[in-house]
């Protein structure tokens, strides 16, 4: 049975009246930039995330990049950021004037171990940006101790853990912003690149709509030299169309998650993903562990199951970290993980017969 990584197509089809109005009213209203339909996003996802202010942008990246630049990195601050993560996490900090200072995952979750982060920090150290990595977050409790024991700032990268939940608290809403990505792959995703950074602080908010839209508040008013990182009309409208659908979507991806828990548990080789306690995890990426990952995957797409590898390279030891000459000594957890992580297919709309044929064939490899 062929099963694909996502199914982007089928999800468009089960809502397809209110995507086409939507497009169709931001072509009838002309509102192709900023505009009515941007703004209902913006106050739609703000309530959706337990926040007070949300500020759209381009994308994703840009999201970070607003984020700190509001913040103020200023050349020669240091900012701590995963081992494991998607290049705009770090790229960003860099793009932002800053140094990008590494640590390890914890071995279990994904995500960046508070302990390393203790051991990274500097006089320099201004800053910490946990990513909660796949959907799970990451251990909240212990970063927000230590940044406030430190006097740091943190900025959550939520590009893949919309609505996930850290005890019972929405992610995003522990440190001083937030970003969030709608690549059209994500939990919440729009129909081409879209990105938000979300906040309690009505200053932090404002100054990052400055720096979003050329400087300025009001058009032609450039109060500071800002860039242009503008969502627009047309994905704001799909976004907020497919938004009412995201806690039953991220349900269904929950449900699915369960039973690839069931039927792959007891498989031997096969790792599936550990859920830390008081954890939500809304899986936007499924990753099992194999010894023997590259040869599972082979087989599972030679017999028409579509799979990835996220990530196939530990940050620091990518080529464009080597000026820090870091070594596969330093990050243990990371380097392992991206020889051994494979993501298997899960979406909302994935049935019970895709997931046996997973299962099936990951037990045939076995």
Known sequence: MAVPFADLQLQYQNIKGEIDAAIAAVIRDNAFIRGPFVDAFERDFARAASVKHCVSCANGTDALYLAMAALKVKPGDEVITTAHS?????????????????????????????????????????????????????????????????????????????????????????????????????????????GAVVTNDAGLAEHMTRLARHGGLVKHQHEIEGVNSRLDGMQAAILSAKLPHLAAWTEARQRAAAVYDSGLNQIEGVSVPQVAPGRDHVYHLYTIRHPRRDALAAHLNGNGVQTAINYPTALPLLQAYARFGHTVAEFPHAYRDQTSILSLPIFAEITPAQQESVIRLVREFA
């Open 86 to 194: 998607w290049i705009s996490t770090s790229a960003m900090i860099t793009h932002a004037g800053a140094v990008v200072k590494f640590c390890d995952t914890d071995g279990v979750t994904f995500t960046i171990d508070p302990a390393a982060i203790e051991a990274a920090i500097t006089p320099r150290t201004v800053g910490i940006i946990p990513v909660h990595l796949y959907g799970q977050p990451a251990d909240m409790d212990a970063i927000m101790r230590i940044a406030n024991k430190h006097g740091l700032w943190v900025i959550e990268d939520c590009a893949q853990a919309h609505l996930a939940r850290y005890k019972g608290q929405m992610v995003g809403t522990f440190g001083a912003a937030a970003t969030y990505s709608f690549y059209p792959g994500k939990n919440l995703g729009a129909m081409g690149d879209a």
